[in-house]
């Protein structure tokens, strides 16, 4: 495969997933501002957009949820931004139109098209829907209409490095304001685990038990263990090379190292240190799509956080 056409489907399998995920990450804390009236909105903003890897406010401007709205929703130009994601998906089902299927061009194309340019306070919630329903169509069509060739590996590698990464800022959300932050239950349904959760552990949420699901569950796919897990077997499945002795492969020496920590260090450990170890799983996440860029993309800087649309 073309390291051109390579690099595209890894990037648009990261665009979709860190469009939903930032969906689901601002509906879960823009709902909560809404309701929470002895929330500090300013520093839970100010926050929020550290946690998302956005441009940090100038000393004295006053942010607001409709600042971290404009910024991280519909700002085309920012990086960290769902339209900025969407469009970026787009760009890069164009580049590798010739492998691309018609379905998920249509459903990238037809998303790009009706993205609104602003967007109110009050119809922040349709919206995030909106956006999880097109990022799980996209995803959706290339499930259903792609072979597991190196194509469906590619972009399955990108999606599984940028779910792991995104699970990990949202359970880092959940210390940014202990005493009235998001719940467990909160973040569960955000997630799409809160049944997946009952069916598993029947009962209550727990701060043990969610952060055991949504970090070390092996069989719910939005965990950071499964997300890290696929992204390893993608990862063999393309270079199927093995070592006699240790691992060669810096990419999937960053993986297992980061798989291995989590699974073999006590989760009440993990849950006193978790901003921690969520920073470490976001820092692994970027090792290893830097590695991979040097492996398999050589030719081109990586297009993660730089404006490449015209």
Same mark, same amino acid.
């Given at each position: 495969m073309l390291s051109r056409i390579a690099e595209s489907l890894f990037w648009i399998g990261r665009y979709i997933e860190r469009s939903d995920g930032t969906a689901r990450i601002l509906d879960v804390h823009l709902q909560l501002l809404l309701e929470d009236p002895w929330i500090d909105e300013e520093t839970a903003c100010r926050s929020l957009l550290s946690v998302m890897g956005s441009a940090p406010a100038e000393r004295g401007e006053v942010i607001t949820r409709e600042d971290v709205l404009a910024r991280l929703a519909v700002d085309r130009s920012n990086p960290s931004s769902i339209a900025y994601a969407m469009t970026a998906a787009r760009e890069n089902a164009r580049r590798a139109r010739e492998i691309v299927s018609t379905e998920l061009w249509e459903t990238l194309n037809t998303t790009g098209a009706r993205m609104p340019r602003r967007l109110q306070t009050d119809k922040a919630h349709d919206f995030f829907e909106w956006v999880r329903e097109r990022a799980v169509l996209a995803a959706g069509v290339v499930d259903s209409s792609t072979s597991r060739d190196e194509s469906w590996q590619f972009f399955t590698l990108g999606r599984s490095i940028e779910r792991a990464d995104m699970t990990a800022r949202m359970l880092a959300t959940r210390s940014l304001t202990e005493a009235s932050g998001p719940s467990w239950t909160t973040i569960l349904r955000s997630c799409g685990a809160y049944e997946a959760y009952l069916r598993t552990y029947r009962g209550?949420?727990?701060? !043990?038990?969610?952060?055991? /699901?949504? /970090? /070390?569950? !092996?069989?719910?796919? !939005?965990?950071?263990?499964?997300s890290v897990a696929s992204a390893e077997n993608c990862m063999s499945a393309i270079d199927p090379r093995t070592d006699r002795v240790g691992h060669s492969n810096t990419v999937l020496r960053a993986l297992g190292q980061i798989r291995n920590d989590l699974e073999y260090r006590p989760i009440s450990e993990i849950l006193g240190e978790l901003p921690r170890y969520m920073h470490r799983v976001q820092k692994v996440t970027r090792e290893a799509s830097e590695a991979i860029r040097q492996r398999f993309f050589p030719t081109q800087a990586e297009p993660s956080w730089i404006g490449e649309i015209s």
């Open positions: 209550m949420p727990s701060a !043990r038990n969610a952060a055991e /699901l949504l /970090l /070390l569950d !092996r069989l719910f796919p !939005r965990s950071i263990v499964y």
